[in-house]
């Protein structure tokens, strides 16, 4: 079967798994419906996930109101709203990133994709810089289909639907990468992939400096830079957007940066905000807001999030 070609079933049978391959065949069982209502059937989700985790919601509306100061409390829930309900949509489009790969390349439609192929063509690789999108999932099917393709990844605490997303991800067309190996993703882009680097979350206080995102300090990672100097690969931004109603997807990449990276490791990690801040005003209701993104604070400055 298709639904256990990425594991070995019989070595994942024990009762704690149940529940993940009920979740794992719903998944299978809505990828095949057409987008339209597999929208529907998402957004229903999401909108039964904002109304029970309050603290999502919450950590969602606080991040919006640093984003967006000038708007009213009323456009703030608006937006947290719609802003679940994509993440909800995204839960079933990782079932069509797996299982539907044509079918998503049918859907897809691309801006910009020739600058990721002058970019290629320099033989170094490409760092395509992008930010945590709600429907990211799409990006690998529809990309691996044009250029030899690599994500980095990050585990998931749950180890058989782990052993599901590395395995799909790997059929992407290149390799999925622990992001704690970005040594792997080095040899890949010596090989010339394009590699997908999204670095627009909190990941601690390891190899972070701290600049302003949205006009409030966090936490940046410094990898983006040091793997452009160390590789000499392009960085190439890019984001997706899912069209309306079910209308499939549009994948912009943009020029690569331009005199990047600098040697400074404050002004190459602002440089590198400024352009996820810049796309993700271009398509803000379907970014991850629900991330604590502010959670490491630098040192004498108050939490962002209630206790």
């Known amino acids: ?8 079933a019989g070595e994942w049978l024990a009762p ?20 339209s209502a597999i929208v529907v059937f998402g957004s229903a989700l999401g909108e039964s996930a904002r109304l029970l985790s309050s603290r999502r919601r919450r950590v969602a509306e606080i991040n919006l109101r640093i984003a967006f100061p000038g708007a009213s409390g009323r456009e703030i829930r608006r937006m947290t709203r719609i802003c679940f309900r994509n993440l ?18 049918a859907m897809c439609e691309f801006e910009g ?12 690789g490409a760092v395509l810089l992008t930010a945590h999108f709600s429907c990211l999932e799409i990006g690998g ?17 749950n180890e058989l639907f782990d052993a599901f997303m590395r395995h799909h991800r790997s059929e992407y067309g290149g390799a999925a990468v622990d992001h704690n190996r970005p040594i792997a993703l080095i040899r890949g882009l010596g090989k010339g992939y394009a590699a997908w680097y999204a670095p627009d979350h909190d990941f601690g206080s390891k190899d972070t400096v701290f600049v302003p995102f949205f006009g409030v300090e966090a936490t940046a ?14 960085v190439v931004p890019y984001f ?11 994948l912009t990449i943009l020029p690569p940066l331009e005199g990047f990276p600098t040697g400074d490791a404050l002004s190459d990690a602002r440089a590198v905000n400024d352009v996820l801040e810049a796309m993700i005003m271009q398509n ?9 993104r502010y959670k490491n604070r630098p040192d004498g400055q108050p939490p962002v999030y209630p206790a």
Not at 1 to 8: G, K, Q, T
Not at 20 to 33: F, K, Q, S
Not at 88 to 105: D, M, N, T
Not at 240 to 250: A, D
């Open 1 to 8: 079967m298709r639904l256990i070609r990425a594991v070995n």
């Open 16 to 35: 704690r798994h149940w529940l993940t391959w009920a979740i794992l065949a719903v998944m299978r069982l809505v990828a095949l419906l057409p987008l």
């Open 88 to 105: 909800g949509v995204a839960a079933f489009e990782l079932g069509l990133s797996w299982w539907e790969k044509e079918r998503i390349r």
């Open 113 to 124: 994709l020739e600058q990721l192929r002058r970019a290629l063509d320099q033989g170094r």
């Open 141 to 157: 099917p529809a990309l691996g289909q044009h250029v030899p393709f690599q994500v980095m990844y990050k585990r998931a605490h």
């Open 221 to 234: 990672l410094t990898a983006p830079a040091r793997i452009a100097q160390i590789s000499g690969a392009p």
């Open 240 to 250: 997706i957007r899912r069209k309306p109603r079910g209308r499939g997807y549009t």
């Open 284 to 292: 803000p209701e379907q970014y991850l807001w629900s991330h604590r």
